[in-house]
């Protein structure tokens, strides 16, 4: 049986990216244009990324639970389910979200085009939930002035944190990914000195150096989000972008982050939000909100070319991309960010 072919999770970062959540309106009607665009999307990223070959223009496309549901019926991913608000010192929304689409280039443009072809494409059977244009800004900095993204693990490291593999081998080349979107109080941050700044992060704001583990807090963020189990790092793939509205006053992170079980990033959320141990919280979300927040499944580049417009049954699970037997293995997807399906296929590589 062949293996799956995951989508492009692991594609190099990029300087523009583009975030964007839909919901599915109600009707068996909407429900086959969406199933349309599945099995077609890797034509739609070909024809647009064309354009310019050395842009990188990469999408992923992600279910929520609810869609899967009501999409592709059983089997299911094993750990998929709504995403769980979190309350604490602060507060972890849950926000609706059938469809996520992660569109990546070098090229704002592309980005701007392929968002648009896909619309075109939904028409009237979704409805925009968020939509978030991101930029990279100066050296890979945040908003708040500080790199974002310095622990991300490379090559098959990024692989082996993202990608699922035989603990779920119907979904064998799947991801999991959860995004949330942070509003930053500008003001009050600007007005805490550099060193209080730097306590709050975890590392120097000039150098992303970590801070040695004698000066930082226990509360620091980068300590709230690593994860240990069993004496391993349970590593996770952020592709954060920083996004802003200045006339509106707003300024933001965009988070995304992939991995293949969705615990791992749940509990890096539950130790910033309530604390490790409770009480314990990150500080950074004294000055940073979040508004939104959904939890979405990332299956193969093989499942979604196999998908028809037709309601997926239970019988027919074994003959598309969501394989049963316990012998399947992720490919990697060609190094160019493409889907790496269909008749423009690349080799099977990794960057």
């Given at each position: 049986m062949p293996s799956a072919v995951p989508q492009?999770?692991?594609a190099q970062l990029t300087r523009a990216a583009i975030f964007l959540v839909v919901t599915i309106k109600p009707g068996p009607e909407c429900d086959g244009v969406v199933r349309n665009l599945c099995a077609?999307?890797?034509a739609l990223l070909r024809a647009v990324g064309f354009r310019d070959l050395e842009s990188r223009l990469s999408c992923v496309m992600a279910f929520g639970s609810e869609a899967w549901d009501r999409l592709f019926g059983e089997p299911k991913p094993k750990e998929l389910h709504?995403?769980?608000e979190i309350h604490g010192r602060h507060h972890a929304v849950a926000t609706p979200g059938d469809i996520l689409f992660h569109i990546r280039s070098t090229r704002t443009d592309l980005c701007f085009e392929l968002a648009t072809q896909i619309m075109?494409?939904?028409g009237d059977a979704v409805s925009t939930a968020d939509e978030v244009h991101g930029f990279n800004y100066f050296d890979d900095r945040d908003l708040i002035?500080?790199?974002?993204?310095?622990?991300n693990p490379v090559e098959q490291a990024a692989i082996d944190a993202t990608i699922i593999g035989q603990e779920d081998a119907a979904f064998a080349g799947g991801s999991y990914v959860i995004v949330q979107k942070y509003l930053h109080d500008m003001k009050r941050w600007n007005e805490l000195p550099i060193e209080a700044q730097e306590k709050i992060i975890?590392?120097?704001?000039l150098s992303d150096v970590e801070l040695d583990d004698a000066v930082k807090p226990t509360s620091a963020h980068n300590a709230l989000t690593t994860i240990v189990e069993n004496g391993e790092q349970l590593e996770i793939l952020r592709d954060n972008m920083p996004f802003g509205d200045v006339g509106k006053g707003e300024f933001g992170t965009y988070f995304i982050g992939y991995a293949r079980s969705p615990r791992r990033i749940e509990q890096m959320l539950v130790n910033m939000f309530v604390g490790r141990p409770p009480?314990?919280?990150d500080r950074l979300l004294d000055f940073s909100r979040a508004v939104t927040g959904t939890l979405f499944f990332v299956p193969s580049a093989t499942f979604l070319e196999d998908v028809t417009s037709a309601a997926a049954s239970p019988a027919d699970s074994s003959a598309d991309g969501r394989k049963t037997d316990d012998t399947s293995q992720a490919k990697m997807p060609p190094p160019d960010g493409s889907l790496g399906i269909g008749s423009l296929k690349g080799e099977i590589g990794h960057e």
């Open positions: 492009p999770v692991v077609d999307l890797a709504p995403f769980r075109s494409r939904l002035g500080f790199v974002d993204g310095t622990e975890g590392r120097t704001k009480g314990n919280y």
